[in-house]
């Protein structure tokens, strides 16, 4: 954590509360003087006291912290509310304490409360309001209500403090971006108004509010947030190379940097146990716990089922790659793939080029999708929309438009003159009736279709690309899109062949990967394009 300079005075009165809180749900209720470790007494003083030595206004208005699930942080959170109710000497304001779901908000209130009635002395200065969910000081009536996380949470309500618990919930609820600017609007009032946001890493892939608030947090702790941050990043992660270092977090030996209370609410042998009976179970076991217990971000795949290309993945990112033009003009051959299983699913569609001089093979990957489909897989709506503004999927409110942006890439594509006379599209022979109509009237003819079959037909596609990944001569724009799309895929064997299919049914989508697949079946057969056949021809039309 940054060294933050703070008002002496309005720090020391902050931890001599704090520290007197006992633990209302632990044997013997100790005080968090002797409870709580140093790492969030650290925050404390941070989010309510900082100050700016010269102008004395204060530097940190907002605070993320990223610490592993049982490290105590919603007990933490309920002590902190209440020193900064105590603190607090404005009347009748407004604090928050949210959590995403009615059984955490009700944990929090439980434990804010809990420290109130074991002490005599506190409950002479807080009044407990059960049936409200609110604890209000009673010499000035400023209020801390805790509320499960809705769209009307704010309405009305300018809070001057609102303390956010398990942030990365909030990137799988629709609109959470809004009632955080809603939030963040007590931050601009004279008044002012501060947010604190403390959560495990998500369970899935970062998405929606909390995607944007780790990565601006991690921005800020890197040095590239600017030239004054008013938020203040507190993250126990591994560093990203490490994360993708499997040998590395595995070994237990480097697991106590990122648990700052290892030792307090963690027992380490119990968590080893734990590891190695439940989180080793199968590759995606040890993707949740690893992502809970150690904040490894999921992002790509890894474990037995999944398949072996997304371990190399990342290393084949070039972000110039991710313009279709610039994978056009560096390319002396392409070919195309599409897929798409309904209105359900996601239309993907791949173009691979072999790269002039090289003959690396380069990937371009867009996908379309009908707009009902957020209100029906709202899970995973948050991401699809991150992938609508990273301009890698198009969010179509006609089905038909699904079927004409796949067919305008197409004659992109068809207008470079790059594709082969034959064995130029791979397309799955099912439900793509409209869609070859369309790329008919595009330009394309009989010769140039090829039906692709799908399930192990397509082996020979993801083992090649598997090694083309792995000895650098697969390079792909690296986007979002992709990422995710990758850590959805998992590998089922059958006989001799290996089958690309969906890690969970209905919400994780493949389809641009398997349209890869399409495209790299026609590519491995070692295409000429046609602008190379016109050239080769009008050479012999010369001699």
């Known amino acids: 954590m940054a060294d933050i300079p703070v008002n002496e005075q309005r720090a020391a009165k902050a931890l001599a509360f704090f520290n007197r809180l006992r633990l209302p749900d632990v044997p013997g209720n100790p005080a968090l003087s002797e ?7 650290d925050i404390l003083v941070a989010f309510l006291a900082s100050e700016d030595p010269i102008t004395k206004q204060r530097l940190v208005w907002e605070l993320l912290c990223m610490v592993p699930k049982k490290n105590s942080k919603t007990t933490y959170v309920a002590a902190l509310g209440l020193t900064a109710l105590f603190m607090e000497e404005a009347p009748n304001r407004q604090m928050l304490l949210v959590a995403p779901s009615q059984n955490i908000s009700e944990r929090c209130f439980d434990q804010a409360q809990g420290m109130i009635r074991i002490d005599a002395r506190l409950n002479a200065i807080f009044k407990v309001q059960d049936h409200l969910k609110c604890i209000e000081r009673r010499k000035t009536g400023t209020q801390l209500n805790v509320k499960t996380f809705d769209t009307s949470i704010v309405t009305g309500e300018i809070p001057i403090l609102t303390i956010i618990d398990e942030l990365h919930e909030l990137g799988k609820k629709a609109k959470a971006s809004a ?18 946001m403390i959560t495990t890493q998500s369970d899935e892939q970062p998405a929606g509010i909390w995607k944007t608030e780790l990565k601006k947090a991690r921005d800020i702790r890197d040095g590239n947030g600017g030239s004054a941050p008013i938020l203040l990043p507190v993250l126990y992660e591994f560093p990203l190379a490490q994360q993708r270092d499997q040998d590395y ?9 990122i648990l700052p209370n290892l030792g307090r609410s963690i027992d380490p042998e119990r968590l080893s146990a734990d590891y190695d009976n439940n989180g080793k179970v199968n590759a995606e076991a040890e993707k949740i716990w690893t992502s809970q217990h150690l904040n490894i971000e999921i992002g ?7 398949w072996r290309g997304a371990d190399y993945w990342e290393q084949g990112a070039v972000n110039e790659l991710a313009d279709l033009d610039e994978l056009l003009r560096r390319s002396e051959v392409v070919t195309f793939g599409g897929d798409g299983g309904g209105l359900d699913d996601l239309l993907g569609a791949a173009v691979i080029g072999r790269e002039k001089g090289t003959r690396h093979w380069l990937c371009w990957n867009h996908a379309w999708v009908h707009k009902p489909v957020l209100a029906l897989r709202k899970e995973i709506a948050p991401a699809l929309q991150d992938f609508e503004a990273e301009n890698t999927l198009t969010i ?13 890439v197409f004659r992109r594509v068809m207008a470079s003159g790059l594709l082969p006379a034959k064995d130029a599209v791979g397309l799955d022979p099912n439900n793509v009736a409209a869609i070859i109509e369309d790329l008919m009237a595009g330009g394309m003819t009989d010769d140039m279709l090829r039906r692709v079959r799908q399930g192990p037909a397509l082996s020979p596609a993801w083992w090649g690309i598997e090694f083309k990944l792995a000895d650098r001569t697969f390079f792909h724009g690296g986007t979002t899109l992709m990422n995710w799309v990758v850590s959805n895929a998992k590998v089922v064997r059958q006989g001799n062949g290996i089958m690309i299919t969906k890690q969970h049914a209905g919400s994780a989508k493949i389809d641009p990967l398997i349209a890869t697949g399409c495209a790299a079946i026609l590519m491995s057969w070692n295409p000429v394009s046609q602008n190379n056949i016109s050239s080769f021809l009008a050479s012999l039309a010369e001699e």
């Open 249 to 257: 977090w595995r070994d237990k030996r480097n697991w106590a940097p």
């Open 35 to 41: 409870a709580c470790g140093d790492w969030f007494r």
């Open 396 to 408: 179509c409110d006609r089905p038909e438009d699904l079927i004409l942006g796949f067919g305008g």
């Open 300 to 306: 790509v795949g890894i474990g037995d089922d999944s």
């Open 179 to 196: 009632v955080m600017q809603q939030i963040r609007g007590g931050g601009i009032t004279m008044q002012g108004g501060q947010v604190l």
